[in-house]
Nanobody, 123 residues
Framework: QVQLVESGGGSVQAGGSLRLSCAASGYTYSVYMGWFRQAPGKEREGVAAIYTVAGSTYYADSVKGRFTISRDSAKNTVYLQMNSLKPEDTAMYYC?????????????????WGQGTQVTVSS
């Protein structure tokens, strides 16, 4: 069983940057590693994912060009670099592992989740 621990959240002003980290331990096999976010009163949505086999990356339209997902296999850690942050990026951000495949943005395809890290962007 995999355990995921996120870190790196915080409060920034619009236009600022943050880097989230997700450290995986235990049985770390996955097809995708993804980042999701959930704002108050909204559904949890996929933000970005990395296909661990080939290193391909995927992004939600709302973050393309601003966010970058990457992975350090030796450290079993996935990162989400977030630049040009906007108030609408404010949410709890969750790291997740997917061992089933399928569409990267589908929550149900992920079998393990971290506890989340809060990102708050002020205008």
């Amino acid at each position: 069983q995999v355990q995921l621990v996120e870190s790196g959240g915080g409060s920034v002003q619009a236009g600022g940057s943050l880097r989230l980290s997700c450290a995986a331990s235990g049985y770390t096999y996955s097809v995708y590693m993804g980042w999701f976010r959930q704002a108050p009163g909204k559904e949890r949505e996929g933000v970005a994912a990395i296909y661990t086999v080939a290193g391909s990356t995927y992004y939600a339209d709302s973050v393309k060009g601003r966010f970058t997902i990457s992975r350090d296999s030796a450290k079993n850690t996935v990162y989400l670099q977030m630049n040009s942050l906007k108030p609408e990026d404010t949410a709890m951000y969750y790291c997740a592992a997917n061992k089933y495949g399928g569409d990267w943005y589908v929550r149900g395809n992920y079998h393990a989740w971290g506890q989340g890290t809060q990102v708050t962007v002020s205008s």
